[in-house]
């Protein structure tokens, strides 16, 4: 549910006519702060001080990792590395190591947990809770605005974007259905899509299937690549996940997809 959906994808999809799906995450519309992992990125691998030792309490457990000469970290050492990811085998400084070791453990944990380890960090960093404006998720208006283009349909992907197979029966129940309802609440409509947050196989459940189908919705994308077919599961719909690649690139990712099917 990014704002750049609504910014940056909508007059591309007016423009060439093309249908698509937003998938949105309800607690973070309107807010100001950004998604958990976009803030770690943030205040860890954005220009700043941090200190030499990290120390932080995680759901009662004491962390500690070592910056060494990273701690101060200028504009310049930070655009080195702009293109990383998690998804590269190697960390190129501490503050890359920390990051990458943050994330695994935050990832299965409740957002008041995430929440209270950002505002550890928000002290130790002497940066506020505001996001960049580019990061934020969209506004109601915007999901509104999007709605009513026609092109785009609005998808339900629970309410604070948790690792779903983590939670009890009962709370993926209220995660799940409490989106639908803001959302349908919100453009008067019925919102029949779902998207699994993260969307490994191991991210969600069968248990996390059949609440999802029980709540009424028609079918659900999972984040694991593959092609469509009759046979497909329509309550585990594949997906490709698209990285900032160039045109040749993503052609041949196609290309070897379907050739796959």
Same mark, same amino acid.
């Given at each position: 549910?990014? *704002? ?18 937003? $998938? ?6 309107d807010s100001a702060r950004e998604f958990w992992w976009d803030d770690l990125e943030r205040l860890i691998l954005n220009s700043g001080t941090l200190p030499e030792k ?5 759901? /009662? *457990?004491?962390?500690?990792? /070592? ?30 190591? $920390? ?29 506020t809770s505001e996001g960049r404006l580019s990061f934020r998720a969209l506004s109601s208006d915007q999901v509104h605005s999007l709605s009513e283009s026609g092109l ?13 197979s983590k939670l009890s029966e009962a709370e993926q129940g209220k995660e799940i259905k409490k989106s639908k309802n803001k959302l349908s609440e919100l453009l008067d ?25 029980? *709540?009424? $919705?028609?079918? *659900? ?27 040749? /690139? ?12």
């Amino acid at each position: 549910g990014y *704002a750049d959906n609504f910014l940056n994808a909508k007059p591309i999809l007016d423009r060439y006519s093309v249908p698509a799906t937003v $998938f949105i995450s309800t607690g973070n519309v309107d807010s100001a702060r950004e998604f958990w992992w976009d803030d770690l990125e943030r205040l860890i691998l954005n220009s700043g001080t941090l200190p030499e030792k990290i120390q932080l309490k995680v759901d /009662e *457990a004491d962390y500690e990792w /070592e910056l060494g000469d990273t701690a101060y970290y200028d504009e310049s050492e930070s655009s080195i590395y702009a293109d990383w990811n998690v998804l590269d085998k190697q960390d190129p400084t501490p503050r890359h190591q $920390f990051y990458r070791s943050l994330c695994k453990i935050l990832l299965p944990l409740p957002s008041s947990e995430q929440s209270s380890v950002l505002n550890q960090l928000y002290s130790l960093s002497k940066k506020t809770s505001e996001g960049r404006l580019s990061f934020r998720a969209l506004s109601s208006d915007q999901v509104h605005s999007l709605s009513e283009s026609g092109l785009v349909e609005i998808g339900a992907h629970t309410v604070t974007h948790p690792q779903l197979s983590k939670l009890s029966e009962a709370e993926q129940g209220k995660e799940i259905k409490k989106s639908k309802n803001k959302l349908s609440e919100l453009l008067d409509r019925s919102v029949v899509s779902f998207a699994y947050p993260y969307g490994t196989r191991t991210d969600y459940t069968s248990d996390t299937v059949s609440i999802v189908h029980q *709540a009424g $919705f028609d079918c *659900a994308c999972s984040n694991f690549s593959g092609v469509v077919k009759s046979s497909t599961d329509k309550f585990q719909l594949p997906r490709m996940l698209v990285r900032n690649w160039s045109k040749d /690139e993503f052609v041949s990712r196609l290309r070897y997809l379907f050739s796959r099917g």
